[in-house]
């Protein structure tokens, strides 16, 4: 009995510190992008350069994957940033967007600088519709993550200056994420 009793001990002891990788075993990782619209559209006439600022709340769980692993999801890794501009439309002056920022932060706190963006010919960007990818360190793309992974959604900060008014366009964000999660 006493053999027996070291032989389970010795399994436990080889078996035990392995859960882990059975906890991993049933993880699944896959792709998904989260869209944002921000809709800009400011009606006074101005020939001086205007400051706007405009938040929204990105909410993940609006994507169908990721509702459907709700309080199963483990992580996120933000790959990418891209916006492109859409539906443009000015007064007679060519209207050109200079010292932008985008920042993320929790619902209703303060938030922290992403990504700028230097200057803008919004009319150019919006007839081309190219998707442009912002430049986003590390640590900015970290916080994204933990955000989104404590509650499921971040607050977007855009500001800058409009070389003109009026105007109108929309900002088309897409944030492109990988997602771990425990399989169902």
């Known amino acids: 009995m006493k053999k027996f009793s070291l032989f389970l001990l010795a399994i436990s002891a080889l078996i035990l510190p392995s859960c882990s990788l059975f906890d991993k075993v049933d993880d699944v990782n896959f792709d998904v992008k989260l869209y944002q619209t921000m809709n800009v559209n400011v009606t006074t006439s101005s020939s001086s350069p205007v400051t706007l600022e405009q938040n929204q709340i990105l909410d993940a769980t609006t994507n169908a994957d990721i509702a459907k692993y709700g309080s199963k999801i483990k992580g996120y890794t933000i790959n990418k940033i ?56 590390q640590a900015g793309l970290a916080t994204i993550s933990d955000l989104l992974l404590k509650n499921s959604e971040v607050q977007v900060t855009a500001s800058g200056t409009l070389s003109s008014t009026p105007v109108a366009f929309k900002v088309n964000t897409t944030i492109y994420v990988t997602v771990k999660a425990d399989a169902l």
């Open 82 to 137: 891209t916006y492109t501009i859409s539906d443009y439309s000015s007064g007679p002056n060519a209207v050109t967007f200079s010292n932008g920022k985008l920042s993320f932060g929790a619902a209703g706190a303060s938030s922290t600088v992403a990504a700028t963006i230097t200057s803008a010919d919004l009319k150019a960007l919006s007839t081309s519709g190219a998707e442009s990818q912002l430049s986003i360190d």
